[in-house]
DNA sequence: AAGTGGTCTAGACCACGCC
DNA sequence: GCGTGGTCTAGACCACTTT
């Protein structure tokens, strides 16, 4: 394991204390001067820090204004993923989840989507099912697969922060979402899926295969959605 | 107008070597003390220059080696296909673009998907529409609305640069796109659709709106996609 | 060993927002 | 006018890759 940079240490802080509240979204950081001196350095590493910041999606530069924090969850930027609560359409929408049984092990799907490597094939996996809802319309079914491992294995046993699975890595277990890969298709809604969205079957349905990388090396993390559109559309999922 | 800082103009002028072949896909742009040099500059401003080749999608540094060209076109937005049997997404389709008919005046459709400002409405777009090919299987149809301007009316009379409307505008109108929003649905194949694709009737399809931002303000490129997926998914290239 | 990019210092001046 | 972030200089040492 290398040595943490120094930016990467501020970077680090500053993210922690933006997720535990200390900057509120919509308030600003301490100027770079003002981090210059906390934390023994130059312009040079803070910006670098800040940078990162911004290529994470909390922060916004204003020049001549300040480090403006708007957002307190990881979101990439444009090489993102979204969570869902930014996906349906505006954001002025009423965003519900449930889960469909509580996360347990489980074997992985046989035959899955993506290869596994003899890690995760043996180790098995956290299936996780949720109904996404829209203003009380259900929108979206999420089946998400998390290999298990010493840092994942507490997930069993404690509630999600927020309810939200990618936030309880970052702050609990420091993984981060980096990046993502992802297949789309359009298939027609199966009998049980249908009586989940309430439409008739066969409808059309977004079909998404997702595999999520994280800032964990060979860590992963898999799901396969699939997206009721008649009222809702999908945004920006890059 | 504002100055072109010193490192735009150095990002601009190697942009346009890659774009033009002096730097092929696979090569190494020349090491940073030689950019120095050459621009008569530190390295600090030559490496800002550089990391935002990073985020374009042109280049990839390796520590040791050197900038390695990646591309030799922006990547934004872009969609690959993903036949069933590929594995990892590693195998490359033969992609075939052909024009439904040649690019065109015309009237906004009414009503567009997306509002339009004033400026927009009245100049009117160039209708643009597409049949892609994977593996001379019929896969997108693409309807692209290019608002009329001094910088695109040229593209109803001169050829698509490697029939690419985004490389003709990049290398000819130094347009780039910078980001793109879009939404996604599932729609069933209507008649006229199921005789491009030869399906049947009401077979879903991936049905995408896009708006592309340029580096021109308030200058937008729109998209509007059918995506046939029974035997190509569609992947996000990040 | 030599060359490359990665990190970092300690300054400087400029452009923008606010009072 | 003052503080902010944006740009830039002229160096330094370190880590990685190749010879």
Redesign the interface.
Same mark, same amino acid.
């Given at each position: 394991m290398t040595r943490l940079r120094h930016y990467q240490q501020i970077h680090h802080t500053l993210k922690q204390e933006i997720q535990q509240g200390v900057y509120p979204t919509g308030s600003l950081l301490p100027s770079e001067n003002e981090l210059c001196a906390t934390f023994q350095t130059t312009r040079?590493t803070v910006r670098q820090a800040l940078n990162e910041l911004v290529r994470d999606g909390f922060i916004e530069r204003r020049h001549g204004k300040g480090s403006l924090v708007t957002s307190t969850r990881p979101s990439l930027g /444009? /090489?993102s993923f979204r969570g869902f609560s930014d996906v349906v359409g505006n954001t002025s929408h009423q965003v519900r989840t449930t889960f469909l049984n509580p996360p347990a092990p489980a074997d992985w799907p046989a035959p899955f989507v993506y290869?596994l490597s003899a890690d995760e094939q043996q180790a098995g996996c956290i299936a996780i099912n949720r109904l996404r809802y829209a203003d009380d319309v259900p929108v979206m079914l999420e089946h998400t697969f998390v290999p298990i491992q010493n840092a994942t294995a507490s997930l069993l046993t404690e509630p999600f922060l927020d309810g939200s699975l990618f936030r309880t890595l970052s702050v609990r277990h420091q993984i981060d979402i980096r990046?993502?890969?992802?297949? /789309?298709? $359009?298939? $027609?809604a199966r009998p049980e899926q249908a009586t989940i969205f309430g439409c008739r079957r066969?409808t059309?349905?977004?079909?998404i295969?997702r595999r999520y990388l994280t800032s964990l090396p060979d860590f992963y993390v898999y799901s396969l959605l699939y997206?009721h559109?008649e009222q809702y $559309?999908?945004?920006?999922? /890059?």
């Open positions: 040079m /444009l /090489l290869p990046n993502l890969e992802q297949s /789309l298709r $359009a298939v $027609a066969n059309p349905l977004l079909y295969e997206c559109t $559309a999908i945004s920006n999922i /890059l």
